[in-house]
């Protein structure tokens, strides 16, 4: 669902960063309520049509971020350029953005339509035009009959579609989006993720959105900003930031990892060796890694990437083969996820496809199993 | 679960021991005869002779005037100091000014006539305003605790506000000031209505303070009703009560249908 690139060069702008302008611009944006620092010198750009998610958890600073670019808290310092215009001074009135609220934040006191053409008569246009417009809107988001009713007499998920319809009626540049799942159930979460990716392909604009939900940040993003405590953790596209994490926290945040500390004892341009004495075996790692011999680092690896098997596999370099004894299966129907006791008391998690229907071989509870991995199935991790 | 009678019966008499005086009082305003505790039939004429009283109907028409006047006042300061104590969580002095706000509440009545009394003598002999007590010395002690009762509606209508509704206007093109008038005030309306109402019937309804801050030829309704009774009871008092009771409880029943019927539209 995510925005399928049609031509990989202009669809991809961030990848060409010398011919391509941003179209929002963060520099060194810090924010402090009181001594704390919401949000610390935060640099970002972001370039037209962009669906950008920023992913964090709670307190990570994203929502600070959302709510400066639209104007409701100013930068302790820093710029926020929008379209190449300054925004510091200007005010939430004056800015060519608009934001769906985690909220909705609907007028309780005016009907749908007062409600999305309460911008556009802010605006000064015609009555027929604004007529035209929020007919328009309606149909975007699919509730034509129930432009007369009032907020409360609407159900969750139409109460977000008006929200959306009314964030998107002034055809805003940017439109910034707090949590605008949030609030619904998984099933109707999932059909609105789609819509929303919809909606953005077919008017071109530009979407901010702060999420705390990783799956929905993947299923959405052309690129994704991972905050922690007030900070950019990685900026990447979804495969960037979950095959190649950046640090530790990274990895752990996007997806589930396994994460074990070593020691570098090869360090050779085109492959490291690795000792980790929790997993009771050495790692192989078919590149070059920015270190030093004898260096402490840690390597984390996806449960996806890993393989079992009852009879010991050949190893790759005399490396990359774990032994250990099952302790726990999770069957979740596509996939299993087995918990591997290692002999140092190290648990790794192994998620494996069930391919055969009701597999009477299965590996089982209290059976020792090697787990293997490829030399470039794990990222070597500094911080 | 088969019903109990001691919660029924416990709850009659409460309702007896605080509405019986207020039923026999209603009743009696139509009793015919002259004496007030003897029945001797059902008429209006008590209800007649009441219309037929200048003096009752000059303090009623006073009285209405002074209520209105004071609790628009009280509607103005009231809400104003709401705003400051919810939005402006921090400043200087917040926990001072909460609690001089609300003190009027619980100030004995004797308390405040007394030393508004005291204010305005001061006043008049220092500044030459107000000049004598009147009218408009009544309407400025009415609005000081009205305003009291006033800012503790609005306060609560104003906490649960949603903010981000005013952020969305703003976000939307609304400078603060259209703001306010698109969005915040329509909202809390409802509590500025029944503030407005309750301002008005406690006004109507005091006595002490009244007692206190008014001069010569500004009776209120109930100085004026106070004085015929120590007379001894006259049975036109009864049918002025019971007009009275009816503009009061219509206030405080239009003042909650009202804060009922607003809540689940406001809030979603």
Redesign the interface.
């Known amino acids: 669902m995510a925005k399928r690139p049609q031509l990989a060069i202009d669809t991809r702008p961030w990848r060409d960063t010398a011919n391509n302008k941003p179209f929002v611009r963060i520099r060194n944006v810090t924010k402090k309520f009181g001594d704390v620092s919401a949000v610390h010198e935060v640099s970002l750009d972001i370039y037209r049509s962009e669906l950008f998610c920023l992913l964090g958890g709670s307190g990570s600073g994203k929502s600070t971020l959302l709510r400066m670019l639209a104007g409701f808290e100013n930068p302790t310092s820093g710029t926020i350029e929008i379209d190449g215009q300054d925004m510091t001074e200007v005010p939430p009135y004056n800015r060519p953005v608009n934001m769906m609220f985690q909220s909705y934040a609907l007028f309780p006191h005016m009907s749908v339509e007062q409600n999305i053409a309460y911008g556009l008569k802010r605006d000064g246009l015609p009555r027929a035009e604004i007529a035209a417009r929020v007919a328009e809107l309606l149909a975007l988001v699919k509730l034509q009959d129930y432009g007369k009713r009032k907020p409360h007499q609407l159900s969750g998920g139409q109460r977000q579609r008006v929200a959306l319809a009314r964030a998107l009626a002034k055809r805003p540049k940017l439109l910034l989006l707090d949590e605008p799942l949030g609030a619904l159930d998984k099933k109707l979460r999932e059909e609105t993720q789609f819509e929303l990716v919809k909606i953005q392909e077919q008017l071109g604009v530009t979407f901010i959105v702060v999420t705390h939900d990783q799956e929905e940040a993947m299923t959405l993003a052309t690129r994704i900003g991972v905050m922690n405590q007030g900070e950019i953790a990685m900026i990447g596209e979804p495969t960037d930031i979950y095959e190649f994490p950046n640090s530790r926290f990274v990895a752990n945040f996007i997806g589930s990892a396994n994460m074990v500390e070593g020691v570098v004892t090869e360090d050779e341009p085109d492959h490291v060796r690795i000792r980790s004495t929790e997993l009771g075996c050495d790692i192989y790692v078919g590149h070059g890694v920015d270190c030093a011999p004898d260096q402490l680092l840690w390597w984390a690896i996806r449960p996806e990437k890993m393989a079992l098997s009852r009879e010991k596999p050949e190893g790759l370099h005399g490396a990359n083969v774990a032994t250990g004894v099952v302790e726990e299966i999770a069957y979740l129907g596509d996939i299993s996820v087995y918990q591997i006791v290692l002999e140092s008391g190290k648990r790794l998690r192994v998620s494996q496809t069930n391919t055969v229907r009701g597999n009477p071989d299965a590996i089982t509870w209290e059976e020792q199993v090697y787990v293997t991995w490829g030399i470039d199935a794990g990222s070597v991790l500094t911080v | 679960m088969r019903k109990g009678w001691f919660l029924p019966i416990a709850a009659a008499l409460g309702f007896s021991f605080l509405y019986a005086p207020i039923v026999s009082l209603v009743i009696f305003s139509f009793n015919e005869n002259r004496l007030v505790t003897v029945w001797s039939g059902f008429s209006l004429k008590w209800y007649g002779e009441l219309f037929n009283d200048p003096q009752m109907l000059g303090a009623a028409w006073l009285s209405l005037q002074i209520a209105a006047l004071s609790a628009t006042i009280a509607l103005v300061l009231g809400t104003l100091a709401a705003v400051a104590l919810v939005r402006f969580r921090r400043f200087k002095g917040r926990t001072l000014f909460a609690g001089m706000v609300s003190a009027p509440l619980v100030m004995p009545d004797v308390i405040t006539g007394l030393s508004l009394l005291l204010l305005f003598v001061a006043m008049e002999s220092i500044l030459g305003w107000p000049q004598g007590r009147g009218m408009l010395t009544i309407v400025i002690a009415h609005a000081t605790f009205c305003t009291a009762y006033v800012c503790v509606v609005v306060q609560s209508r104003l906490g649960d506000f949603?903010r981000?509704?005013e952020?969305?206007?703003?976000?939307?093109?609304?400078?603060p000031v259209?703001t306010f008038f698109?969005?915040t005030l329509?909202?809390i309306a409802p509590a500025l209505v029944s503030g407005w109402l309750l301002g008005f019937t406690l006004s109507l309804d005091d006595l002490v303070i009244a007692s206190f801050v008014s001069g010569p030829g500004s009776s209120t309704l109930p100085m004026v009703i106070f004085s015929k009774v120590r007379l001894g009871v006259s049975p036109d008092v009864n049918a002025l009560a019971t007009i009275i009771i009816g503009i009061v409880a219509l206030g405080v029943l239009a003042a909650t249908i009202i804060q009922l019927r607003s809540k689940?539209?406001?809030?979603?």
């Open positions: 949603d981000s509704l952020e969305a206007a703003m976000d939307l093109g609304a400078p259209r698109d969005i329509p909202i689940p539209r406001t809030q979603i």
